[in-house]
């Protein structure tokens, strides 16, 4: 079946190491999102990105970075991380249809900076 | 930008009953709301959404409700059952094919056997 894949699933590392977070998708998809999930805070978006030569900033893009390598993959980089970048990160696809569409998410990767 | 309301932030509720979870949004040009549950260590997931031109749409035990005019619409959930315990999102957008969601804060909803 066509899915959203998150690499790593957990992620354990200290203040001020480079962290990057892949996403790939199967499903054809144009669209690619990242989210950061916080508890009581909902989903944030960070970046998004409607095809491969588009980036585009989220709600909390401040300390983040991204990079679309081809329709099926966006990696999200955390430059230099910090205790309050500890959150469970979602990707997520969507089409492009008009009227609202879908958007399908990946399993997550729970990322703790020590 | 867009500002998604979402109350409350629990709901505890016994099996058999009815939940209903309610949010405003503040951009009047949103026409989109799509509802995501997400069980606890799980991916979040599409269960129903709405369109601007639609006042209520139902899917078995789910139904959600768009009041345009008060940028009001809720998610209602009949006949609880256990598998429905799990957090659940809504969210708005404005579909001018440039813009993306904007999620409510999440209920947690516990069904209670």
């Known amino acids: 079946d066509a899915d959203v894949t998150q690499t790593p699933r957990n992620r354990i590392t200290k203040t001020g190491k480079r962290i990057m977070l892949e996403c790939s998708q199967t499903?054809?998809?144009?669209?690619m999102y990242w989210y950061r999930q916080d508890p009581g805070l909902g989903l944030r978006l960070i970046y998004y990105?409607?095809?491969?030569?588009?980036?585009n900033k989220g709600e909390i893009s401040d300390g983040y970075s991204v990079s679309r390598q081809a329709q099926a993959k966006f990696s999200l980089s955390l430059e230099s991380a910090i205790p309050n970048q500890t959150a469970l990160y979602f990707c997520?696809?969507?089409?492009?249809?008009?009227?609202?569409?879908?958007?399908?998410f990946g399993p997550g990767t729970r990322l703790t900076v020590l | 930008g867009e500002n998604v309301e979402q109350h409350p932030s629990t709901l505890s509720v016994q099996e058999g009953d009815s939940a209903v979870i309610k949010c405003t949004y503040s951009?009047?040009?949103?026409?989109?709301f799509p509802w995501y549950k997400q069980e606890l260590g799980k991916r979040p997931q599409l269960i129903i959404d709405?369109?601007?031109?639609?006042g209520e749409k139902k899917d078995q035990r789910i139904a959600v409700t768009l009041n345009k005019t008060a940028k009001h619409f809720s998610l209602h959930i009949t006949e609880t059952q256990p598998e429905d315990s799990a957090v659940y999102f809504c969210?708005?957008?404005?579909?001018?094919?440039?813009?993306?969601?904007?999620f409510g804060k999440g209920t947690m909803l516990l069904v209670s056997p």
């Open positions: 997520a696809t969507s089409d492009g249809l008009a009227g609202g569409s879908e958007q399908f």
């Open positions: 499903k054809g998809h144009d669209r």
């Open positions: 990105s409607f095809d491969v030569k588009d980036i």
């Open positions: 951009d009047s040009a949103s026409n989109y």
């Open positions: 709405i369109r601007s031109n639609v």
């Open positions: 969210a708005a957008s404005k579909w001018t094919g440039y813009s993306t969601l904007t």
